[in-house]
C-alpha cells in the first residue's frame, strides 16, 4: 500500500526567501502525485499534480515540484515567499488503477515572516 | 462552477450524543469522499463513493460511523453515539472519475466532543 512521509512538520522563512517542502512516497506501483494547501479554517485546495511527462510541474501561486522517480521524491517549491503562502501543505499520492484512492502526508506547516 | 458545500460549518456535542453532516458535491462529480482530518493530522480517508455506490469504506468505523449518497448526488455523513476521539474536521470532497483530476473539497464541519 501506499504511504506519505513529510520530512518537515514546520517550516518557518522569512519574506521572500526560496522555501523547498519534501516529501517522499513509497509505492510498488505507478504513482499520481499532487501537493494541496490548506489556509486556516478552510478545505484544501489543490496546487498542482504530476501525472506522467515533464518531471516539473508548474502550479498556481508561484510554486512548482519536481518529481524523482529513483528517490520517490516529490518537493515543492517556491524562489521567493510571500506572508499569504502561510498555511498548511499536504503531499499526497494515487495509486493509478486504485479507483482514484488518494492517501496523504502529515503535512507541513510554513510559516512566512516579514 | 459552485463549490463543494457542507453544514454545519461547527459542531459541539456530548459525548454519546449523534450528529450528522451533509455535503454536496459540485454538479457532475460522480465520486464523493469522507475523510476525517484531526488536528496537526493530515486528511485520513472515511468512505468514497462513486454515484451512490460504495467503493471504499474499510477505513470507516462502522459500529459507530454511517454514511450515504442517495440518488449518487449529496450525502450524509453519521456518528452515534460519538467519542471524545471523534473531536476533528470532517471533510467532505468530490471529483470527476479517474485519479489524475484531484479532488475540490469543501471547507469542512468542525466537530467538538465533549
Known amino acids: 500500500a501506499q504511504s506519505v512521509t513529510q520530512l518537515d512538520s514546520q517550516v518557518p522563512v522569512f519574506e521572500e526567501a526560496p522555501v523547498e517542502l519534501r516529501c517522499n512516497y513509497s509505492?510498488?506501483?505507478?504513482?499520481?502525485l499532487f501537493w494541496y494547501v490548506q489556509y486556516p479554517n478552510q478545505g484544501l485546495q489543490l496546487l498542482l499534480k504530476y501525472l506522467s511527462g515533464s518531471t516539473l510541474v508548474k502550479g498556481i501561486n508561484g510554486f512548482e515540484a519536481e518529481f524523482n522517480k529513483s528517490q520517490t521524491s516529490f518537493h515543492l517549491r517556491k524562489p521567493s515567499v510571500h506572508i499569504s503562502d502561510t498555511a498548511e501543505y499536504f503531499c499526497?499520492?494515487?495509486?493509478?488503477?486504485?479507483?482514484?484512492?488518494?492517501?496523504f502526508g502529515p503535512g507541513t506547516s510554513l510559516s512566512v515572516s516579514p | 462552477e459552485a463549490g463543494v458545500a457542507q453544514s454545519p460549518r461547527y459542531k459541539i456535542i456530548e459525548k454519546r450524543q449523534s450528529v450528522a453532516f451533509w455535503c454536496n458535491p459540485i454538479s457532475g462529480h460522480a465520486t464523493l469522499y469522507w475523510y476525517q482530518q484531526i488536528l496537526g493530522q493530515g486528511p485520513k480517508l472515511l468512505i468514497q463513493f462513486q454515484n451512490n455506490g460504495v467503493v471504499d469504506d474499510s477505513q470507516l468505523p462502522k459500529d459507530r460511523f454511517s454514511a450515504e449518497r442517495l440518488k449518487g448526488v449529496d450525502s450524509t455523513l453519521k456518528i452515534q453515539p460519538a467519542k471524545l476521539e471523534d473531536s476533528a474536521v470532517y471533510l467532505c470532497?468530490?471529483?470527476?472519475?479517474?485519479?489524475?483530476?484531484?479532488?475540490?473539497f469543501g471547507s469542512g464541519t468542525r466537530l467538538t466532543v465533549v
Open positions: 470532497a468530490s471529483s470527476l472519475p479517474g485519479g489524475w483530476y484531484g479532488y475540490t
Open positions: 499526497a499520492v494515487s495509486e493509478i488503477a486504485s479507483y482514484d484512492k488518494v492517501i
Open positions: 509505492s510498488s506501483v505507478s504513482v499520481y
